[in-house]
């Protein structure tokens, strides 16, 4: 199983940006997914979670109202659409995947698949 993140760049703060991840190979669609991100000073940090239905999300205090996390079952992909950025939003933006449990989980050991990371950096 591989994943594929894409969508990052540079932005300028009050902007956006959606960012996608693709699954390929073996693996279901009905589990639940999530974004993470890496900074330097904090390390890992929870962004959002999508159940495997869809119908339930998690969101880190810090992107909630501005964050929003989708999917496509078909497409085997989640999104995450990022508006109103911030310069604190700047990070290494990871999906990940999980292969048992629907549940939007929050816990970074709860994903057994990780995509190799998109950088998004957001100017002042």
């Known amino acids: 199983v591989q994943l594929q993140a894409s969508g990052g760049g540079l932005v300028q703060a009050g902007d956006s940006l959606m960012l996608s991840c693709a699954a390929s190979?073996?693996?279901?669609?009905?589990?639940?997914m999530g974004w993470f991100r890496r900074t330097p000073g904090k390390g890992r940090e929870f962004v959002a979670a999508i159940s495997g239905g869809g119908s339930e999300t998690n969101y880190a205090d810090s992107v909630k109202g501005r964050f929003t996390i989708s999917r496509d079952n078909a497409k085997k992909t989640v999104y995450l659409q990022m508006n109103s950025l911030k310069p604190e939003d700047t990070a290494v933006y990871y999906c990940?995947?999980?292969?048992?449990?629907?549940?939007?989980?929050?816990?970074?050991?709860?994903?057994?698949?990780w995509g190799q990371g998109t950088l998004v950096t957001v100017s002042s």
């Open positions: 190979g073996r693996t279901s669609s009905s589990y639940g």
């Open positions: 990940a995947f999980r292969t048992v449990g629907v549940v939007a989980a929050t816990a970074s050991e709860r994903y057994d698949y």
